[in-house]
T-cell receptor, first 117, second 112 residues
């Protein structure tokens, strides 16, 4: 199994509070991604990173920010949590970001269940 | 923008064959992937097609037709453990780079 650790695994917070989710990898992969998963919506890309300090927005980036100060860590911050951000958050990594067949695989962490009350 | 369409649910019996279709519309295309996710688990990679044709991996096969913007996942000799959600995904241009965009998923229920 790819070495990806998400923390915390579960979190309950209140509306308006900031929340930071952490993704840590031991694979030295260049690309890291944050997705959220909601019933009926599949996996939606929030932000991704293609290197240290190199990040970009995804499909649903409003209300979220990210930081990557080290290859192994990718942080997702909900600046002021809202109930619509209640979701399961998955971090993923890949060796490359282009369509090279042998390196197209994304490896996912176990997910963080976030509830915003 | 990009969009992927796949059926929301498919049911089948053990031993049967099932095909899950995926049509896509993307700005830039690099390949079509398939992922499996069991309830409560994380998605796991199944297959990837960069070129037209059929890729076979054991009981699972994946097909791509780039001219039709269409692909499918074929599951043979279905087993109960194949009950899961299956997602097609395309690597597409997102802002300054590329990233994997997923369909909404197909829930496969296998009964005995």
């Amino acid at each position: 199994d790819a070495g990806i650790t998400q923390s915390p695994r579960h979190k309950v917070t209140e509306t308006g509070t900031p929340v930071t989710l952490r993704c840590h990898q031991t694979e030295n992969h260049r690309y890291m991604y944050w997705y959220r998963q909601d019933p009926g919506h599949g996996l939606r890309l929030i932000h991704y990173s293609y290197g240290v300090k190199d990040t970009d927005k995804g499909e649903v980036s409003d209300g979220y920010s990210v930081s990557r100060s080290k290859t192994e860590d990718f942080l997702l911050t909900l600046e002021s949590a809202t109930s619509s951000q209640t979701s399961v958050y998955f971090c993923a990594i890949s060796e490359t970001g282009q369509g090279a067949a042998t390196n197209e695989k994304l490896f996912f962490g176990s997910g963080t269940q976030l509830s915003v009350l | 923008g990009q969009s992927l369409e796949q059926p929301s649910e498919v049911t089948a019996v053990e031993g049967a064959i099932v095909q899950i279709n995926c049509t896509y519309q993307t700005s830039g295309f690099y390949g079509l992937s398939w992922y499996q996710q069991h309830d409560g688990g994380a998605p796991t990679f199944l297959s990837y097609n960069a070129l037209d044709g059929l890729e076979e991996t054991g009981r699972f096969s994946s097909f791509l037709s780039r001219s039709d913007s269409y692909g499918y996942l074929l599951l043979q000799e279905l087993q109960m453990k194949d009950s899961a959600s299956y997602f097609c995904a395309v690597r597409a241009v997102v802002q300054a780079g590329t990233a994997l965009i997923f369909g909404k998923g197909t829930t496969l229920s296998v009964s005995s």
